[in-house]
Every structure is written in C-alpha cells, then in structure tokens.
C-alpha cells in the first residue's frame, strides 16, 4: 500500500464511511505521511460535527418548489406560444407557395376557361412545377426537420 493508494481514502476513513482494512492501518501506523493526514482529517471531521448545522427555514423547500413550478410554466407557455407562431409561419409558406404554384400555371386568372387551364398547365408544367415543387420540397425538408427538433427539444425538456 502507498501513500497515493491510501489518500483518497483517507476522508472516508476519518469520518468513518469506510474502515480501513488491515494492510491499510499497518501502513498509516509506520507511515508519518498519512497518519499525519488521518490525524488532520479527524480533526476537520470533529471540527464539522461539533459545528452547528444551519437549519432552512420551514416554507423553503415549499417556496423553491413553488418558483420552480412558476419558471417551468413559463417556459413551457414561451414553448407553446413559438410553435403555434412557428405553425402558422409554416402554414402560411405553403399558401404562399400553392398560390405562387396555382398562379403560375394561370389557376387564378378571372377565367377559369378549361381548354386555356390546360394549354397553360401543358405549356408550363415542365419547368414551373418542377421548380416550384423543388422549392416546396425543401421547404417541407426544412420544415420537418424544424418540427422533429422541436419534437425532441420538448421531449428533452420533459
Ligand atoms: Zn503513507
């Protein structure tokens, strides 16, 4: 047993959450280092006892726990309030972008004549829908991946 073994024990030892083992009081007898550690821890441990313990007052742990449940209500309607915003934000993206979409293809024109709807949607289809779908694409991407980090940051929180 050496003095490195023995020193993180010491504490223990001296306030008496461990007992030593044989080797380990052969040791602190014949070594001057740790029973010059052991004595000091003892003396600091006594020192403790006979201090008087600060008492909290009676409503303390009823106050804490009370600012605690005030904080977290708090926090969970701030929570609430950003993903209702962040809801209505997304759903107002895919407006934007089907009424962009329907605009484009001529969906909105005063005249809804069919046969002029379908020139315009085979002359345009390739390049704007294609377009326009990329774009909602990576809006959904980005929104979905938005809302599964949410998701998780509220489980985490729980
Ligand atoms: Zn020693």
Known sequence: MRCDELEPLIEAIADGTIEPSPEDRAHVSSCPTCSARLAAARRIEEWLSAR???????TF???????????TWKTE???DIGFNLFIA????????F???LA?????????????QLLRAVFAQVEGRV????????????VLTMALA??????????
């Open 77 to 79: 309607r701030v929570v």
């Open 89 to 96: 934000a997304g759903v107002l993206v895919f407006i934007a």
């Open 61 to 71: 742990t009823a106050a804490v726990m009370a600012r605690i449940g005030d904080e």
């Open 52 to 58: 008087e313990m600060a008492q909290p007052a009676a």
């Open 98 to 100: 089907g009424a962009g």
């Open 149 to 158: 980090l949410w998701w998780w940051a509220e489980e985490a929180a729980d």
């Open 130 to 141: 294609i377009s326009q779908l990329q774009t909602t694409a990576i809006a959904a991407v």
């Open 103 to 115: 605009w484009s293809l001529g969906f909105l024109t005063v005249t809804l004549d069919t046969e």
